[in-house]
């Protein structure tokens, strides 16, 4: 069984910076694509940013390209998103989610695991 430990979250302030991890335990962690989405009250879940299984290739949402970076280590099992210059916008339960495949990345429909999801609130 696959399972999928985020962490990182917390209340900060507008422009503060913020990493969140994800910690994959069961099957090999290398051969899974990993990605991040959120979910605001209110509102569907949408994608955040996704990286391949070397890291080769990263996928990243308008909404934050340009402030947010995905990385993974794959010795340690662990996927990141460094999120910098954060807004209320941003304001959300982050959740990663691994997959086999990259079809239709940015669809949480395709991915086969998921955590539990950590709070990331932002004040003005």
């Known amino acids: 069984q696959v399972q999928l430990v985020e962490s990182g979250g917390g209340l900060v302030q507008a422009g503060d910076s913020l990493r969140l991890s994800c910690a994959v335990t069961?099957?090999?962690?290398?051969?899974?694509?990993m990605g991040w989405f959120r979910q605001a009250p209110g509102k569907e879940r949408e994608f955040v940013a996704a990286?391949?299984?070397?890291?080769?290739?990263?996928w990243y949402a308008d909404s934050i390209k340009g402030r947010f970076t995905v990385s993974r280590e794959n010795t340690k099992n662990t996927v990141y998103l460094q999120m910098s210059n954060l807004t209320p916008e941003d304001t959300a339960v982050y959740y990663c989610g691994a997959r086999s495949d990259i079809m239709y990345i940015k669809s949480e429909n395709n991915y086969e695991y998921w955590g539990q999801g950590t709070q990331v609130t932002v004040s003005s």
């Open positions: 069961g099957r090999s962690f290398s051969t899974y694509v």
């Open positions: 990286i391949t299984r070397n890291g080769g290739t990263i």
